[in-house]
């Protein structure tokens, strides 16, 4: 019916993931690049690092929670055996990017930025400074990566990160020019996918947020748990880390897959129209089929 509304279903029938390749050379080399991984991964020492990038996503007085620091905690807290690796604003250990090229240039499993962002760059603020930006990785950095054959899967929280349908040729909508340079909707490639397909560096797939990462705060419902975990963008990039760290999931389309499917279970049915959006901007760009931490 032309007047009616979609049903939407939204669990996952099948594991999709997205290379976003330009041409058959970028194809080439991401081919190349998860063979690599998968076959030279396992039982490696670096593979148990875990970098977590974070700081006080919605800096409000009187709110305890530094939103993005409370997220990085829990998904630690689901990664027995593996090496936290914490920048965050509020201990001075994130103070700009060169402190995340620094801890991810020696390889790491997993790599978890939980903040702002846009198709060109992730950031966050100090402990209640809400006029103060900290830069953690913008595109023009992703070259300074050198952990080569070391390659992390990434999870980042930030607004339009996995915006996936940006172009140097958006310039060329001169009534919408402004909009599109004040997005950095003119970036060639998005923040995620530059990320992954990064030669000799960079993650081996990266999840984010195709459009605005909508996330909670404070503690609404008063059940001593920080809202930014439960709900929305931090309920879907926390739980990633339990699939992988409590119930044992390795496929990486299955994580993504079963984190969707675990968001919909807890959360639906529902009313909140940012419920909805929360599932459908989630997106993988890697390989759905990859064996994260690679085959024995």
């Not at 990320?195 to 609404?220: E, N």
Request: glycine content about 12%; hydrophobic content about 35%; proline content about 5%.
């Amino acid at each position: 019916k032309m007047t009616g509304k979609d049903k939407l279903d939204l669990y996952p029938d099948v594991y999709v993931g997205r290379l976003a390749c330009r041409n058959s050379y970028e194809v080439k080399k991401m081919v190349e690049k998860i063979i690599t991984y998968e076959t030279t991964t396992y039982g490696q020492d670096w593979f148990k690092k875990m970098v977590v990038v974070g700081g006080d996503s919605a800096p409000m007085e009187g709110d305890p929670y530094f939103e993005g620091e409370e997220e990085n905690k829990l998904a630690l807290e689901h990664m027995d055996g593996f090496e936290g690796i914490k920048l965050w604003t509020s201990t001075g250990t994130l103070t700009g990017s060169e402190d995340v090229i620094n801890a991810v240039n020696p390889g790491c499993g997993f790599l978890f930025f939980d903040g702002h962002g846009n198709p060109m760059s992730w950031a966050t603020h100090p402990p209640y400074d809400e006029n103060t930006w900290v830069s953690g990785l913008i595109v023009s950095d992703i070259m300074k990566l050198s952990n080569k054959d070391m390659y992390p899967v990434c999870i980042v929280g930030g607004c339009h990160n996995a915006q996936f349908n940006v172009s140097v040729l958006n310039l060329l909508k001169l009534s919408e020019i402004k909009q599109t340079y004040y997005r950095s909707e003119w970036s060639p490639e998005s923040w995620a996918w530059w990320l992954a397909r990064k030669i000799d560096g960079g993650s081996i797939a990266t999840i984010g947020y195709a459009g605005l990462d909508w996330f909670a705060t404070g503690d609404g419902d008063e059940d001593g748990i920080p809202d930014c975990t439960q709900y929305f963008s931090g309920f879907l990039n926390t739980r990633f880390f339990m699939e992988y760290g409590d119930n044992g999931l390795r496929v990486l389309g299955e994580l993504h897959g079963q984190t969707l499917t675990d968001y919909l279970n807890v959360h639906f049915p529902s009313t909140e129209p940012l419920d909805y959006k929360t599932v459908e901007e989630w997106v993988l760009l890697g390989d759905p089929s990859l064996m994260v931490g690679g085959y024995p």
